[in-house]
């Protein structure tokens, strides 16, 4: 049985941080549950770390569906989050159709979707119809045209109307609110306010979790360690040493070996020639 929302909930409840990671394929969706997340986003962070967009505007919804479809067939206890990408929730009618498509056609459990008071409708029909909705304040990727990638809410103001829309969320229903890119002080007093998990990226020590995405925590990248993430991993030195070595070993003639390979008699394989007509080979009896 997968972790339900209420399991979610309840560790904030009993004070047990909440450790989520972004994953888009079957093969990380597996790793990530065997090392016991409770939590997967299938995040339209997509866009950058496996498509190779610049940002994560050309996501469409078709790509998430795909890449959710993937991660759910590659876990059975994890909780599946899709992100609904950008123009698929502009208004109810819209979300209601996107939002079903992440659980009818991709498997997942719960829907993210950026902003605040202007979500509210969205929030509030997809609550109504029993879809289980994340939000996600402050620095929001999907408005980088317009906030730019920096840290929000810094002064008196947006701080003021991040709390806001944070309060207006959990009213509004959402299960857990993803604050990245605000300052820790801002993400603790949200946090302390509003009844359901807040889910940290940038935000400091204090909210009831974080996440991260899977290709920076894991170093799988060379040129670019963003400042919220911690890498336990620098996973690209390996795998390009990895690679190094078998294209070495290839060009050497090292690899493959009669280990990696099948064989047949020697008489059949004459046979088989000499049914085709074809001569055996020198010194073949």
Not at 121 to 135: A, E, H, Q, S, Y
Request: proline residues 6%.
């Amino acid at each position: 049985m997968r972790v339900q929302i209420a399991d979610i909930q309840k560790m904030k409840q009993q004070g047990e941080h909440i450790a989520m990671i972004t994953a888009y394929d079957y093969t990380s969706a597996q790793l990530v549950e065997r090392a016991g997340l409770p939590v997967i986003l299938v995040g339209d962070t997509l866009g950058q770390v496996v498509l190779g967009h610049p940002t994560t505007l050309p996501v469409t919804l078709d790509d998430m569906i795909h890449h959710t479809r993937a991660v759910v067939r590659g876990t059975q206890r994890t909780l599946i989050i899709g992100d609904m990408p950008f123009l698929t929730y502009s208004n109810v009618e819209q979300a209601v159709a996107s939002a079903g498509r992440f659980l009818q056609e991709g498997g997942a459990q719960a829907v993210k979707l950026e902003g605040g008071k202007p979500v509210l409708p969205v929030v509030r029909k997809l609550v109504d119809l029993g879809i289980p909705v994340m939000g996600h304040l402050g620095f929001t990727p999907q408005s980088v045209h317009r906030l730019g990638i920096q840290v929000q809410g810094k002064d008196v103001d947006r701080a003021a109307n991040l709390i806001d829309d944070a309060l207006a969320l959990d009213l509004a229903g959402v299960f857990a609110i993803v604050l990245e890119l605000i300052p820790a002080e801002l993400a603790r007093e949200i946090t302390r306010l509003v009844r359901v998990p807040t889910i940290g990226i940038g935000a400091g020590p204090w909210c009831d979790g974080q996440v991260q995405v899977f290709h920076d925590m894991l170093g799988l990248f060379t040129d670019f360690v963003p400042r919220h993430t911690r890498r336990y991993a620098t996973l690209s030195e390996t795998i390009m040493a990895a690679v190094q070595g078998y294209a070495s070993e290839v060009r050497g003639g090292q690899f493959p070996t009669m280990a990696q390979s099948s064989t047949m008699d020697e008489p059949v394989l004459q046979e088989a020639l000499r049914r085709c007509g074809v001569p055996p080979a020198l010194g073949d009896v």
